[in-house]
C-alpha cells in the first residue's frame, strides 16, 4: 500500500475530526457556562471560601481560554492543512517562537500559582486567633466523633499522652482522670455531630484513632486529613448559619462512603442552647 | 560517538519453539510479549470498569458471581484492582517496555538491546508479578480495597481494617516489589542500549523523538522504581515482621489496641508519590514520543522545534522529580512544603505547554494525511490539553483543599495518564503493525473505533469534572452517605453508557488486531513514508534486524518535504549521493 498525494477522503475525514473537536469544546464550554460553577459549588459560608471561588474562577477563565484556543486551533490547522496534494513547508522551527511561548506559559502559570498562595497562607500559616474556639474531631471506622475543651478553655490528656511510657491493652483513648483540665472535657462519641457559632473564629484539631481519614466540607472549601499519630489544626469562621454535611475524603475501609456527619453552625444563644443539650444527655 | 558494537551483540536465530517464542532473548518476540501481556491487563482492568460503573449506575444491581449486588468492599477492591492493573501493567508496560523493546534498537540501528538476557529476565519477572497480581482476587477475602495508593495504616494493619486487607494485600505488595526488579532491568537495558549501541552517525540529535521518550522514561524509572521497591518492602515488613515504619502508638481498631508504635502513615505517602509522580510521566513521555513521531510524518513535515521538545522532555523529567508534594497539599505534611510544591508544580505546565504548541507548530504548513496512526496522534493532542489543564487548578494549594480526593481529580489523571497515554498505545500500534506483522490494519474498522473512542473518552470523563467541583469524593460505592450526592446520579448514569459504548468499540480493535495479523494487506517496506530506521529493513524485520552490517545514519530523524528533493521523505539511512533532486 501506498499513500498518493491528495489521497481520497481526507478533506471528509479533516472535516470530521475539525467538527467533532469544535462540538466537543463548544459542549465542554457550554456545560461551564450554562452550569456555572456556583450552581455546581454550594454557596461558600466562609471569607476563604468565596476567596477560593474566586481564585477557581481566575484559572478557570485563563485554563479556558487555553483551551478553546488550543483546540480549536487544532481544529482549524487539521482543517486548513489536510492534504490537498500540495507540498508541505520545510521548516525546523522558530526559536524565537519557542522563547516566547515558553516565557508567556511561565509568566502566567507561575504567577498563578503564586498568586494562589494568599489564600493557603491565610489559612495555613497564620496560627488561629486565640479567641477561637476549639474542637477536637477524631476519625475512625466509619464514624466522626468530638471534643470540647468545657469552661477552661483546655483539653485534658488522653491516657497514652499522660503516660506515654505504658503499654495499652485497652482504649487508651480515655481522657486521664488525673488531669484536672480534663474534668470539664465534653465527648461527643462515635456518630455525634456538632456545632459551631457563627462569624466566631473556630480552630479544629483533627485526629484519627485508626487510619487516615479525612475532614471535607464543602461549603468551607476545607479538607484536610485525620492522620493517625498527629493533630492536625484546621481554621475557619462560618458566616452563614446553617446545617452542612461532613464527608470523608480519604478511603479508609469498607465503610468510607458511608462516613458522615453534620456541622451546624448556629447563633450564639442557639449554640448555648444545643451545648446544654449536650451535657444533659 | 559510538563505535558499531551493534554486530557484537548479535546472536543466533533461536530453532526450538520455546527459544523463539517462550524464554526468547529476541527483542522484538520480548516487545510482542509485554504487548501481550499489556493487552490482556488491559482488557482485565476494562472489564473491572465495567462492574464499577454498573455498581455507580445502580448500586442494587444483582449480577452473576454477585447475587447480593455488589457489595462496598467489593466495589472498593475492583477500584484498587483496576488501579493497580491500569498503571502497573498497562501503562507501564505498553508503551516504554511493549513498543519500546520492539522499536528502540531498530530506531537505533542496533542488532538487538544490550543485555538480551536480562531483558527476557525482565520481561517473565513482569510476567511473575501479573500471576501475583492476579492471585490476590483469588484468596480468602479477596483483593485489597485500600486502592492502587495503598496509602498506611490502612494498608499496613492486615485483616483488621477490612476484607481483603489480609492475604490479599500481602500478595499485592509482593506482585508490586516484583515489578519494581522488573522496571529496573528493563530501565539499565534501555539506557545502555541507546549510549552505546547507537549506529555510526546517530548523534544524540539525530535519535527519533520516540527513541529520547524511551530513553527519558527510562532515566525516571531508574530513579522512581528502587524507592517503591524499598517502600514495598518496608510495608511488608509492617505488615509480617511487626515493623512499624508507617504505623504510629495508640491505634484502636474494633476496641482492640493495635501493638505497634513510632511510625509515620505519611512516611509512605512520600515514598510513594516520590515513586508515583514520576509515573504518570513514565505513562505519558513514550506517548508524547509516538505523538510528535507520527504527526511529523503524516504532516509530511519535520518536527517543529526538535531540540525544544528535547529539554521538554528533559525537563518535564527533571521537573517530575520534584513535584510528588503535590499529591499531599492535605495530607498533613508542613503547609510552607505544600507552597514549594505548588509553584514548582505550575512551572510543570510550561514544558507541557512547549509540546503542545511545537505539535501545532508541526502540524501547520503541513500536508495532513489522516491515516488512523494519525487521528490517534491528533486525538492524543486534543486530550492532553484537556486534561492538562485541569492539572493547573489541583496544583495551586488553595483551590486543591476543596477538589483533593474527590472525581475532579479522577477525571484529570484519566485523560491525561490513562486516556492520552493509551491514545499514544493506539498511535503506535496502528503505525508500528506493518512493520510488526508485514500486514496493514484495516483503515476502516482503525477509524471507526477512532471515532467512537474519541467521542467516548471525552462523553465519559468531561461530566466527571463537574461532579467533582460539586464535592463527589472518589472512592465511594455510592452516594447514600450524603444527601448531596444523590442529585448526581444522572451524571453516573450518563457516564456509565458512555463507558459502555466506549469499552465496546475497544472490541473494534481488538477484532482488527488479530484479523490484520493473518488477513491483513500485505504491507511493503515503508508503507508510510518515513523516514527512520525501522522503514529501511522488511515488514516484519529479520532476527537480527539488519542483516549483519550495521546502518550508516546521515541526517536527522524528519526530513520531510525537503526542497529540491524529488521524494517529500528521505529516509536517515539514504546517502547523500543517493538522495533523487528534482
Not at chain 1, 11 to 21: K, N, R, S, Y
Request: glycine letters at 8%; one cysteine or more; charged letters at 15%.
Amino acid at each position: 500500500m501506498v499513500l498518493k498525494k491528495g489521497n481520497s477522503g481526507s478533506t471528509a475525514t479533516a472535516a470530521i475530526l475539525a467538527l467533532l473537536i469544535v462540538i466537543l469544546t463548544l459542549w465542554t464550554v457550554y456545560i461551564f457556562v450554562t452550569k456555572p460553577i456556583w450552581s455546581w459549588f454550594p454557596p461558600a459560608i466562609n471569607e476563604i471560601g468565596h476567596e477560593i471561588d474566586r481564585q477557581f474562577m481566575r484559572t478557570l477563565v485563563i485554563t479556558g481560554v487555553i483551551f478553546v484556543l488550543a483546540q480549536l486551533g487544532l481544529a482549524w490547522v487539521v482543517f486548513r492543512y489536510r492534504s490537498r496534494g500540495q507540498r508541505a513547508t520545510y521548516s525546523h522551527g522558530n526559536n524565537v517562537m519557542e522563547v516566547f511561548w515558553t516565557l508567556a506559559t511561565l509568566i502566567m502559570f507561575v504567577g498563578l500559582g503564586i498568586y494562589a498562595q494568599r489564600t493557603w497562607a491565610a489559612v495555613r500559616l497564620q496560627p488561629a486567633p486565640p479567641d477561637a474556639m476549639r474542637i477536637e474531631i477524631i476519625g475512625q471506622q466509619f464514624k466522626w466523633s468530638f471534643r470540647l475543651p468545657g469552661p477552661d478553655g483546655k483539653f485534658g490528656k488522653y491516657k497514652f499522652e499522660a503516660h506515654p511510657e505504658q503499654e495499652f491493652t485497652r482504649d487508651p483513648w480515655v481522657v486521664d482522670a488525673d488531669d484536672p483540665d480534663g474534668k470539664d472535657d465534653l465527648v461527643l462519641g462515635p456518630g455525634s455531630v456538632f456545632a459551631v457559632v457563627v462569624n466566631q473564629p473556630v480552630e479544629l484539631l483533627i485526629r484519627s484513632k485508626d487510619v487516615t481519614h479525612s475532614f471535607f466540607v464543602r461549603e468551607l472549601r476545607l479538607k484536610q486529613d485525620a492522620v493517625p499519630g498527629m493533630t492536625i489544626p484546621l481554621q475557619f469562621t462560618a458566616t452563614v448559619p446553617g446545617e452542612y454535611q461532613v464527608v470523608c475524603a480519604e478511603l479508609c475501609g469498607l465503610g468510607h462512603h458511608l462516613m458522615g456527619t453534620f456541622m451546624k453552625v448556629l447563633s450564639q444563644a442557639d449554640y448555648d442552647a444545643w451545648l446544654k443539650d449536650m451535657t444533659a444527655e | 560517538m559510538t563505535t558499531h558494537a551493534g554486530a557484537v551483540h548479535a546472536h543466533e536465530a533461536p530453532k526450538g519453539f520455546i527459544r523463539k517464542y517462550i524464554f526468547s532473548l529476541d527483542h522484538k518476540v520480548i516487545g510482542k510479549q509485554y504487548i501481550c501481556l499489556a493487552l490482556f491487563s488491559a482488557f482485565v482492568g476494562m472489564f473491572l470498569s465495567v462492574l464499577m460503573r454498573l455498581r455507580l449506575a445502580d448500586p442494587t444491581i444483582k449480577l452473576p458471581f454477585f447475587p447480593e449486588g455488589i457489595l462496598p468492599e467489593q466495589y472498593l477492591a475492583l477500584v484498587t484492582m483496576h488501579g493497580t492493573i491500569m498503571v502497573f501493567m498497562v501503562l507501564t508496560t505498553a508503551p516504554q517496555s511493549g513498543f519500546g523493546n520492539y522499536f528502540l534498537p531498530i530506531q537505533i540501528g542496533a542488532a538487538d538491546m544490550a543485555f538480551p538476557v536480562l531483558n527476557m529476565l525482565s520481561f517473565w519477572t513482569t510476567f511473575l508479578s501479573m500471576v501475583v497480581l492476579m492471585a490476590a482476587f483469588f484468596v480468602t477475602g479477596g483483593a485489597p480495597l485500600g486502592g492502587w495508593t495503598a496509602y498506611t495504616p490502612l494498608s499496613a494493619l492486615g485483616e483488621i481494617t477490612g476484607p481483603g486487607q489480609g492475604l490479599g494485600m500481602t500478595l499485592w505488595v509482593i506482585a508490586i516489589a516484583i515489578f519494581c526488579g522488573a522496571s529496573l532491568m528493563g530501565a539499565i537495558n534501555f539506557i545502555a542500549t541507546t549510549l552505546d549501541l547507537r549506529a555510526r552517525g546517530l548523534s544524540l540529535m539525530r535519535m527519533p523523538l520516540t527513541v529520547w521518550s524511551w530513553f527519558i522514561t527510562a532515566g525516571i524509572s531508574l530513579l522512581a522504581f528502587g524507592v517503591l521497591l524499598a517502600a514495598g518492602i518496608l510495608l511488608l515488613l509492617d505488615r509480617t515482621a511487626a515493623t512499624s515504619f508507617f504505623i504510629p502508638g495508640n491505634l484502636v481498631l474494633t476496641d482492640k489496641v493495635i501493638p505497634h508504635k513510632g511510625g509515620s502513615p505519611i512516611l509512605w505517602q512520600h515514598l510513594f508519590w516520590f515513586f508515583g509522580h514520576p509515573e504518570v510521566y513514565i505513562a505519558i513521555l513514550p506517548g508524547m514520543g509516538v505523538t510528535s513521531h507520527v504527526l511529523s510524518t503524516f504532516s509530511r513535515k519535520p518536527v517543529f522545534g526538535y531540540r525544544a521538545m528535547v529539554f521538554a522532555l528533559s525537563s518535564i523529567a527533571f521537573l517530575g522529580f520534584i513535584v510528588w508534594g503535590h499529591h499531599m497539599f492535605v495530607s498533613g505534611m508542613s503547609p510552607y512544603v505544600g507552597l514549594a510544591f505548588s509553584v514548582l508544580t505550575m512551572t510543570i505546565g510550561v514544558p507541557s505547554a512547549i509540546k503542545t504548541f511545537n505539535w501545532l507548530g508541526t502540524l501547520w504548513g503541513g500536508e495532513i494525511r489522516f491515516t488512523t496512526p494519525m487521528l490517534f496522534a491528533l486525538g492524543f493532542v486534543s486530550l492532553f490539553v484537556s486534561g492538562g489543564l485541569s492539572g493547573l487548578f489541583l496544583a495551586q494549594t488553595s483551590i486543591d483543599q476543596y477538589l483533593h480526593d474527590t472525581y475532579f481529580v479522577v477525571a484529570h489523571f484519566h485523560l491525561i495518564m490513562g486516556v492520552a497515554a493509551i491514545f499514544g498505545m493506539f498511535t503506535a500500534t496502528y503505525f508500528w503493525f506493518p512493520k510488526m506483522f508485514g500486514r496493514m490494519m484495516s483503515e476502516s474498522l482503525g477509524k471507526l473505533h477512532f471515532w467512537l473512542s474519541f467521542v467516548g473518552v471525552y462523553a465519559i470523563f468531561m461530566p466527571m469534572h463537574f461532579i467533582g467541583l460539586a464535592g463527589h469524593p472518589r472512592r465511594y460505592a455510592d452516594g447514600s452517605g450524603a444527601a448531596f450526592l444523590a442529585s448526581m446520579d444522572p451524571v453516573h448514569m450518563f457516564m456509565s453508557v458512555a463507558a459502555f459504548i466506549t469499552i465496546a468499540a475497544q472490541f473494534i480493535f481488538l477484532f482488527n488486531l488479530v484479523w490484520s495479523i493473518w488477513k491483513g494487506k500485505k504491507a511493503d517496506i515503508n508503507p508510510w513514508q518515513a523516514t527512520t530506521l525501522e522503514w529501511s529493513i522488511p515488514s516484519p524485520p529479520p532476527h537480527d534486524n539488519f542483516a549483519g552490517h550495521e546502518p550508516t545514519v546521515y541526517r536527522g530523524p524528519y526530513e520531510f518535504s525537503v526542497p529540491g528533493v524529488a521524494d517529500d521523505f528521505i529516509l536517515q539511512t539514504t546517502p547523500p549521493d543517493k538522495v533523487v533532486k528534482c
